[in-house]
DNA sequence: CTACTAACGTA
DNA sequence: CGTACGTTAGTAGG
């Protein structure tokens, strides 16, 4: 064990350590679902954990090599020549690794043209002057040369990189037979074939022992080399260069200019966040909390800059808080607590002043003023809040901010959950939290009002970092449509038990009819639902042939059992599929049926952070993925009615509305002239494409160009629209080069834009909502190639959820403020569905239409079309 | 009980 | 080897 008196320095060969660790690794267990291997990462920190926790360091650094150029190979080109280049999974995961050691604050050391061991070497001789003890962790043989009282090296053993072998001066004299500064003088003479250095034939490590204790260094030997007899002799004569070659070449540097000294490199505490971050996207699970124990998450708290004193509230009556609010110049934040979905509590903040109340009997009326008033407001997710006060009669206007809904603007692809998340990002500070696990808490958590005080300086700090077009987005967008959902939220839409339930039963006897008869097939009993028994049934029992392999085993899914049937038909796979139909749709009727409410309506929630793009998310139902492809599946939607009170429901949808935007964005004369001549979409593009008439276009063609139509959308290639269409993947090609001649400029948009978020780093919408892409710059293919397609697609698919969003908005708006009682229910993307009051329809309709066309001014129309039913499913025709 | 996967519904 | 989501049942781990 090293001298606890003295500080600790371990340096590490990133490189050497990482690329035995992508060996020893099986890579099927460290794949992500994005492809991105981790292995080498994971094994590298993996081994480091272990190591921090063993050896305590007070100060670490890691060091990389830069390329496979270095002052080596300028002196000898042929200098690792034979080593072969590392493979491409390897070397992708290399950056990523820096960013996780970036994460946990431990400095990576690089250098051009100088090798990783050279830093190494450096930074040991260093540490050694000035008082350290050093650990050197390297994978290379050279290291053993910097080993002396005060430099210990670790060297993987053969077991593998979790086995460290330490070698101080004794081990390395009992193991070599020389003392650690002669190591290189062996190595010279032996050679090194891993680095194409060849050295003495016929000499290995036990003559060259036996001739440096003779001679006692290398020098003396060179100069007396006649002495030495036999074939040895000669050869050693002969190749007297290629030792002095080798000698040269595997001395370390211990003079590189470095930045930083051992001095700089203290143990820092860890960005707990970031390291979340980058775990979560890596998919290590298991490594975070081992990360956190080894080198002390509770670092992060004691940080000084994270002790901050949080004022005191003051405790008040509602009327008090009330007028101490409306005596604020400023913004004031505000934190309502709920139970049920009603107030219990509020509390109220200016950065130096924090009032808190019980919600009251009189609240209501006390506070009713000033939050219905245009006064400024800042909340942290205040859509819960808004509807708990929609449901005292209280409507809150003057919604300044919202500190959760700027969070996932700034970083919509990392969306920081919690008010807590944004604390520790934006001011490195802890959120007071009272420990759940005790029934009476040691630590307070956060009151009303010092959470309302937190969130305050968090929308400070981050309307320092958000971009003007990214704040206009903000309040001109997403602030007004949080309002607009918290109305449609509390509003719910009908849905019939009554009609869930006599499909359900329906479903619920046709899948056990169905179930029945496929295990008479296959001659026993199984569970249909378990992929696992499936897969026995299908590629045992029945002998067909394996499908698409999946993580866990072969593919049993509708498209792979589709291919199955056409090449191997067979009764049981039709009945199978008929029997997941069946009961897929009988789930959907049944969560949908729990989800009915005492008031005889479903209430979802909108997620206004649930996506990268701009998109809302619908959960607890999710009423975004009501089935309507099939016929029968569309029953689902005629239980969705006109509630009571009610005359009619109205749907209203954009047609291709991301094919418009196309259109606009990438101004293709020919698309605009598409959507300007009334029509057709797909039949225009088909008599382009195919160089028909319009009447001529046949439903082959039309599916054709329109597969292509939505595919260029989402990034599709040849592979990917041949498979889609079923067609070869030579005629896919053909198809995109005929389709491109005509409309070329949409291909030249999808570049550019492509090419420009590579430059800026993210993707912009036509009302500038923003979307950062890290990984367009990654060298690792996979991920590059997703983010490529994924950022070809923001703008289109962020750009459409703007307009539909705005007009939401302005629907709801203009209902309110023409005092109508209809009332919008129900976003589906491109979909609205509104509740229409007797009397109200054409007033409505007309609200609709304009506000839906007028969201944003395109070179094309945006069409609308509107339907008018006493269900769902009756008002999309 | 939690966390994950395969499968599948929507735009 | 086509984007963006949420939910479910089955399964494996604790």
Same mark, same amino acid.
């Given at each position: 064990?090293?001298?606890?008196?003295?500080?600790?320095?371990?340096?590490?060969?990133?490189?050497?350590?990482?690329?035995?660790?992508?060996?020893?690794?099986?890579?099927?267990?460290?794949?992500?679902?994005?492809?991105?291997?981790?292995?080498?990462?994971?094994?590298?920190?993996?081994?480091?954990?272990?190591?921090?926790?063993?050896?305590?360091?007070?100060?670490?650094?890691?060091?990389?090599?830069?390329?496979?150029?270095?002052?080596?190979?300028?002196?000898?080109?042929?200098?690792?020549?034979?080593?072969?280049?590392?493979?491409?999974?390897?070397?992708?995961?290399?950056?990523?690794?820096?960013?996780?050691?970036?994460?946990?604050?431990?400095?990576?050391?690089?250098?051009?043209?100088?090798?990783?061991?050279?830093?190494?070497?450096?930074?040991?001789?260093?540490?050694?002057?000035?008082?350290?003890?050093?650990?050197?962790?390297?994978?290379?043989?050279?290291?053993?040369?910097?080993?002396?009282?005060?430099?210990?090296?670790?060297?993987?053993?053969?077991?593998?990189?979790?086995?460290?072998?330490?070698?101080?001066?004794?081990?390395?004299?009992?193991?070599?037979?020389?003392?650690?500064?002669?190591?290189?003088?062996?190595?010279?003479?032996?050679?090194?074939?891993?680095?194409?250095?060849?050295?003495?034939?016929?000499?290995?490590?036990?003559?060259?022992?036996?001739?440096?204790?003779?001679?006692?260094?290398?020098?003396?030997?060179?100069?007396?080399?006649?002495?030495?007899?036999?074939?040895?002799?000669?050869?050693?004569?002969?190749?007297?260069?290629?030792?002095?070659?080798?000698?040269?070449?595997?001395?370390?540097?211990?003079?590189?200019?470095?930045?930083?000294?051992?001095?700089?490199?203290?143990?820092?505490?860890?960005?707990?966040?970031?390291?979340?971050?980058?775990?979560?996207?890596?998919?290590?699970?298991?490594?975070?909390?081992?990360?956190?124990?080894?080198?002390?998450?509770?670092?992060?708290?004691?940080?000084?800059?994270?002790?901050? #004193?949080?004022? =005191?509230?003051? &405790?008040?009556? +509602?009327?008090?808080? !009330? /007028?101490?609010? $409306?005596?604020?110049?400023?913004?004031?934040?505000?934190?309502?607590?709920?139970?049920?979905?009603?107030?219990?509590?509020?509390?109220?903040?200016?950065?130096?002043?924090?009032?808190?109340?019980?919600?009251?009997?009189?609240?209501?009326?006390?506070?009713?003023?000033?939050?219905?008033?245009?006064?400024?407001?800042?909340?942290?997710?205040?859509?819960?809040?808004?509807?708990?006060?929609?449901?005292?009669?209280?409507?809150?206007?003057?919604?300044?901010?919202?500190?959760?809904?700027?969070?996932?603007?700034?970083?919509?692809?990392?969306?920081?959950?919690?008010?807590?998340?944004?604390?520790?990002?934006?001011?490195?500070?802890?959120?007071?939290?009272?420990?759940?696990?005790?029934?009476?808490?040691?630590?307070?958590?956060?009151?009303?009002?010092?959470?309302?005080?937190?969130?305050?300086? #968090?929308?400070? =700090?981050?309307? &320092?970092?958000? +971009?003007?077009?990214? !704040? /206009?987005?903000? $309040?001109?967008?997403?602030?007004?449509?949080?309002?607009?959902?918290?109305?449609?939220?509390?509003?719910?839409?009908?849905?019939?038990?009554?009609?869930?339930?006599?499909?359900?039963?329906?479903?619920?006897?046709?899948?056990?009819?169905?179930?029945?008869?496929?295990?008479?097939?296959?001659?026993?009993?199984?569970?249909?639902?378990?992929?696992?028994?499936?897969?026995?049934?299908?590629?045992?029992?029945?002998?067909?042939?394996?499908?698409?392999?999946?993580?866990?085993?072969?593919?049993?899914?509708?498209?792979?059992?589709?291919?199955?049937?056409?090449?191997?038909?067979?009764?049981?796979?039709?009945?199978?599929?008929?029997?997941?139909?069946?009961?897929?749709?009988?789930?959907?009727?049944?969560?949908?049926?729990?989800?009915?409410?005492?008031?005889?309506?479903?209430?979802?929630?909108? #997620?206004?952070?649930?996506?990268?793009?701009?998109?809302?998310?619908?959960?607890?139902?999710?009423?975004?993925?009501?089935?309507?492809?099939?016929?029968?599946?569309?029953?689902?939607?005629?239980?969705?009615?006109?509630?009571?009170?009610?005359?009619?429901?109205?749907?209203?949808?954009?047609?291709?509305?991301?094919?418009?935007?196309?259109?606009?964005?990438?101004?293709?004369?020919?698309?605009?002239?598409?959507?300007?001549?009334?029509?057709?979409?797909?039949?225009?593009?088909?008599?382009?494409?195919?160089?028909?008439?319009?009447?001529?276009?046949?439903?082959?063609?039309?599916?054709?160009?329109?597969?292509?139509?939505?595919?260029?959308?989402?990034?599709?290639?040849?592979?990917?629209?041949?498979?889609?269409?079923?067609?070869?993947?030579?005629?896919?090609?053909?198809?995109?080069?005929?389709?491109?001649?005509?409309?070329?400029?949409?291909?030249?948009?999808?570049?550019?834009?492509?090419?420009?978020?590579?430059?800026?780093?993210?993707?912009?919408?036509?009302?500038?909502?923003?979307?950062?892409?890290?990984?367009?710059?990654?060298?690792?293919?996979?991920?590059?190639?997703?983010?490529?397609?994924?950022?070809?697609?923001?703008?289109?698919?962020?750009?459409?959820?703007?307009?539909?969003?705005?007009?939401?908005?302005?629907?709801?708006?203009?209902?309110?403020?023409?005092?109508?009682?209809?009332?919008?229910?129900?976003?589906?993307?491109?979909?609205?569905?509104?509740?229409?009051?007797?009397?109200?329809?054409?007033?409505?309709?007309?609200?609709?239409?304009?506000?839906?066309?007028?969201?944003?001014?395109?070179?094309?129309?945006?069409?609308?079309?509107?339907?008018?039913?006493?269900?769902?499913?009756?008002?999309?025709?």
């Amino acid at each position: 064990m090293t001298d606890s008196a003295k500080p600790t320095l371990m340096v590490v060969d990133g490189h050497s350590l990482a690329y035995r660790a992508f060996f020893a690794l099986p890579v099927d267990n460290f794949t992500t679902k994005d492809n991105q291997h981790t292995n080498g990462i994971y094994g590298f920190l993996s081994m480091l954990v272990n190591l921090i926790k063993a050896e305590q360091p007070t100060h670490l650094a890691i060091a990389f090599d830069t390329s496979r150029h270095s002052f080596r190979t300028e002196e000898y080109s042929e200098y690792k020549a034979t080593r072969s280049e590392s493979p491409q999974e390897f070397k992708g995961q290399i950056p990523l690794l820096q960013d996780c050691l970036a994460a946990m604050s431990i400095p990576v050391l690089t250098k051009e043209g100088i090798e990783a061991d050279d830093i190494l070497a450096t930074l040991a001789s260093q540490g050694a002057e000035q008082g350290f003890d050093v650990l050197v962790v390297s994978g290379d043989r050279d290291t053993i040369q910097l080993v002396n009282d005060d430099v210990t090296l670790l060297y993987p053993s053969v077991q593998g990189v979790s086995q460290l072998k330490r070698y101080d001066p004794t081990t390395v004299q009992e193991r070599y037979g020389v003392r650690p500064e002669q190591y290189p003088d062996i190595a010279a003479l032996v050679g090194e074939t891993s680095d194409n250095l060849p050295g003495v034939p016929k000499v290995g490590e036990k003559t060259a022992v036996k001739w440096l204790t003779q001679f006692g260094s290398l020098d003396e030997l060179i100069a007396r080399a006649d002495e030495i007899k036999g074939v040895v002799g000669g050869n050693l004569r002969d190749h007297i260069d290629d030792v002095r070659r080798n000698r040269k070449l595997n001395r370390l540097l211990t003079d590189v200019e470095l930045p930083v000294g051992p001095s700089d490199l203290a143990v820092a505490p860890i960005d707990a966040q970031a390291v979340r971050d980058i775990f979560a996207r890596l998919e290590f699970r298991t490594l975070l909390p081992r990360v956190f124990e080894a080198v002390g998450a509770g670092e992060v708290a004691d940080d000084p800059a994270s002790v901050v #004193v949080v004022p =005191a509230p003051v &405790e008040t009556s +509602p009327a008090e808080l !009330a /007028a101490w609010a $409306v005596a604020q110049h400023g913004d004031v934040s505000l934190r309502i607590m709920t139970q049920g979905g009603s107030p219990t509590r509020i509390g109220a903040a200016t950065l130096t002043d924090l009032r808190e109340s019980d919600w009251t009997e009189s609240a209501a009326e006390a506070l009713r003023e000033w939050i219905e008033s245009d006064a400024p407001k800042v909340l942290h997710d205040a859509k819960p809040q808004v509807k708990a006060l929609i449901r005292q009669g209280i409507r809150l206007r003057g919604l300044a901010y919202d500190t959760s809904l700027a969070g996932w603007l700034l970083r919509p692809s990392f969306p920081d959950k919690t008010l807590s998340d944004l604390v520790e990002r934006y001011l490195g500070e802890k959120l007071p939290e009272a420990d759940p696990s005790q029934l009476v808490p040691e630590t307070e958590g956060a009151t009303p009002s010092q959470e309302a005080w937190f969130a305050l300086r #968090v929308a400070d =700090a981050l309307r &320092e970092d958000i +971009p003007e077009s990214v !704040a /206009a987005v903000l $309040v001109d967008i997403e602030l007004p449509t949080l309002l607009t959902l918290a109305d449609m939220e509390v509003a719910g839409v009908a849905v019939s038990h009554e009609v869930l339930s006599t499909f359900s039963g329906e479903l619920a006897a046709r899948a056990e009819g169905l179930a029945q008869e496929a295990f008479s097939v296959v001659g026993r009993e199984f569970n249909l639902g378990s992929p696992k028994q499936l897969q026995e049934v299908l590629f045992e029992d029945l002998q067909l042939p394996k499908t698409r392999k999946t993580k866990t085993g072969y593919s049993t899914d509708a498209a792979v059992l589709a291919d199955l049937q056409e090449s191997n038909p067979h009764p049981f796979l039709s009945l199978l599929l008929q029997h997941r139909e069946a009961t897929k749709l009988r789930q959907i009727i049944e969560s949908l049926d729990t989800a009915i409410g005492d008031d005889h309506r479903v209430h979802t929630t909108y #997620v206004q952070t649930g996506s990268q793009t701009g998109r809302l998310s619908s959960t607890d139902p999710n009423l975004q993925n009501i089935p309507v492809r099939t016929e029968e599946s569309r029953r689902i939607r005629s239980a969705f009615e006109v509630g009571e009170g009610y005359d009619a429901l109205l749907t209203a949808d954009y047609s291709q509305i991301e094919m418009r935007i196309m259109a606009h964005l990438s101004g293709d004369e020919g698309l605009i002239e598409a959507f300007n001549s009334g029509e057709d979409l797909h039949r225009f593009v088909g008599a382009r494409v195919f160089g028909v008439e319009p009447s001529e276009v046949s439903p082959a063609m039309r599916t054709k160009v329109k597969a292509m139509s939505y595919g260029l959308v989402y990034g599709l290639s040849a592979f990917g629209l041949s498979k889609q269409l079923r067609i070869e993947q030579s005629e896919a090609k053909q198809l995109m080069v005929e389709y491109f001649a005509r409309f070329g400029a949409v291909r030249d948009y999808l570049r550019a834009s492509v090419m420009k978020a590579k430059e800026v780093g993210y993707t912009e919408t036509i009302f500038g909502r923003r979307r950062p892409f890290p990984d367009l710059a990654s060298p690792n293919r996979v991920l590059r190639e997703n983010a490529e397609r994924a950022a070809l697609n923001a703008p289109i698919q962020g750009s459409a959820a703007d307009i539909m969003k705005i007009a939401l908005l302005h629907i709801h708006d203009d209902l309110r403020s023409q005092q109508l009682s209809s009332r919008v229910l129900l976003q589906i993307h491109d979909e609205l569905v509104v509740e229409v009051a007797p009397g109200e329809w054409d007033a409505t309709e007309q609200i609709v239409r304009a506000r839906m066309g007028d969201a944003a001014q395109l070179s094309v129309p945006l069409d609308v079309q509107v339907g008018r039913g006493r269900d769902w499913n009756e008002a999309a025709h």
